[in-house]
């Protein structure tokens, strides 16, 4: 794979747009961000099966992005993530030029942190756990869907 082929981050846009509406804009001093779309699995396994058989059930989706703590110059942004507030994540891993990857689901602020280590940066955290939602409606898929 060529170099240009590569996505590396810095164009990430991470943006959630909590449900009284608003848009908070997450990226920028971002250190990682990681999406999930994952599903349970119910135990399908007979008796006399040899090997276990699983059967996905309920899908699901979270992600977790980690930045860079600025002081009281994003309070406004992170003040409003408080924890239980739900609305709609997105995130363009090109930016939201057109015809690039597009990804987000409904979701809640499921956990946010700042650890302060003794003698290292200060980072940020914030978990979203996705609501649901119809699948290539509200469910987006960077790998399906594209910046209109």
């Known amino acids: 794979m060529s170099a240009n ?3 590396t981050g810095p164009d990430l846009v991470v943006q ?8 908070l804009t997450l990226s920028g001093d971002q ?3 990681e999406y999930t779309f994952d599903t349970n699995e119910a135990d399908m396994t ?3 099966d040899a090997y ?7 899908k699901f989706n979270s992600a977790t992005m980690s930045t860079l703590y600025r002081g009281t110059y994003d309070n406004t942004t992170w003040g409003s993530l408080a924890v239980g507030t739900e ?7 090109e930016g939201e030029t057109s015809n690039k990857p597009k990804g987000g689901f ?3 602020v499921k956990t946010k942190s700042a650890p302060i ?12 756990q996705g609501q649901g939602g119809t699948y290539g409606t509200d469910v987006f898929d960077i790998d399906v869907h594209k910046v209109s």
Request: glycine share 10%.
């Open 16 to 23: 959630f747009v909590p449900s009284g509406g608003g848009t």
């Open 5 to 7: 082929q590569r996505l």
């Open 106 to 108: 409904p979701a809640y």
């Open 87 to 93: 609305g709609q994540l997105y995130f363009y891993p």
């Open 46 to 48: 007979a008796g006399s």
């Open 117 to 128: 280590p003794h003698n290292e940066r200060i980072e940020r955290r914030v978990t979203f």
């Open 31 to 33: 250190t990682s961000f």
């Open 52 to 58: 276990q058989y699983m059967k996905p059930t309920i």
